[in-house]
C-alpha cells in the first residue's frame, strides 16, 4: 500500500530552497516578473526542473501582479529629511533586504496634500507590492488609507492611539526608562525630558519611560519640553527648560540630535557636564561619538528597523502572515552621564 501512495509535490519554499534564493526571488522568477537577474532565473529553473515542481495557478495570477518595487513613505515635507542619519540608515537597512529578494526601494514624503495625493494614488493603484509607513502623527490620514488599501502595508513605529496589525517598533518606553534610572543611579535628583513630539508615539513612549523611570525612585517627573528630533529644537528647549527649572541637573534627550543641541545650550550657560548636568541621548547616531563629551545614549537597532521592515512586507507579500515585532534597545555609557 505505501508504495502506492500519492507523491508529495515540492513547495515554493523547497525550490527557492534548492536554487539558493529567497521565497520571494522564487516566486517572481516562475512568473516572468521583472528585475530578478539571469543568474537566480536559472538557478530556479534548474529546481524546478529537479523537484518536479508545480506551480499553483492561484499563485501564479496574482503573483503577475508584482511591481518589482516597495515604497517606504515618510510623513515629512522636506526632501532632506532622507539625509537625516536616522532615516539613512533605516533606508540602508530596508535597502539591503528587498535587494536580496530582487524588489527596488521608493522613497515617498506625505505630509503636504499634493504628498498625501500621490501615497493615496499609489495604494489605490497598485503602484507598488507593498508600502512602509513611518514618521505617523496624531490623526495623521495616512493611517486611514493604510487601513483601507488593499495591498500590504507594514508601519515602521506604532501610529499614536492605534496598534496596527503589522508593524516594527523598537522598545522606546523601555529604553528612556534604562536612561532615567542611568542618572538616577548616579545621584542626580532633578533630572528632566526633551520630548520628540508629542503628536508621535515615539515621542510620547519615551516621555512615559522617562516618567517611569522617575515614579520608580520616589522622585517627581517634570513636565515633558518639547522638541522636533532636531539640534536646534534640543537647544531651545534646553534654554527654556534652564530658565524655568534652573537646578535641574540630568537631562533625557528623546534623540541625539535633542541631546547634541541640549550640550551646546549648556556650554553657553557655563553649566558643565557631567559635573552639573548630565545629558543622556537616544538613537546612538554618529553625533553621539563626536559630542563634546561623548554622548551617553539609548542604542536602537536602526539598520534592524528597516531590515526587519522589508522582511516582514516580504512575507505579506509573499501571502505570509508575519507577527509584529519590537526590537529591544541597550544603553551606551559614555562621558556625558
Known sequence: ?????????????????????????????????????????EAVERAVRQLGYVPNSTARALATRQTGAAALVVSGEDPSIFADPFFARVIVGASAALEEADLHLMLCLAASDRGRKRVAELLRSRGADGVMLMALREDDPLTRMAEEARMPVVFGGRPVGSVPRWYVDVDNVGG????????????????????GRLDTEAGRARYRGYRDGMLAAGLEPLPPWEGDFTEPSGAAAMAALLARHPDVDGVFAASDNMAAGALRTLRTAGRRVPADVAVVGFDDLAVAQIADPPLTTVQQPIEALGREMARMLLALVDGQDPTALLLPTRLVVRSSA
Open 1 to 41: 500500500m505505501a508504495a502506492n501512495a500519492p507523491r508529495r509535490q515540492p513547495t515554493l519554499d523547497e525550490v527557492a530552497e534548492h536554487a539558493g534564493v529567497s521565497r520571494s526571488v522564487a516566486s517572481r522568477a516562475l512568473n516572468n516578473a521583472p528585475h530578478v537577474s539571469r543568474a537566480k532565473r
Open 176 to 195: 528612556a526608562r534604562a536612561a532615567t534610572e542611568h542618572m538616577v543611579s548616579r545621584g542626580r535628583t532633578r533630572v528632566a525630558a526633551i520630548c
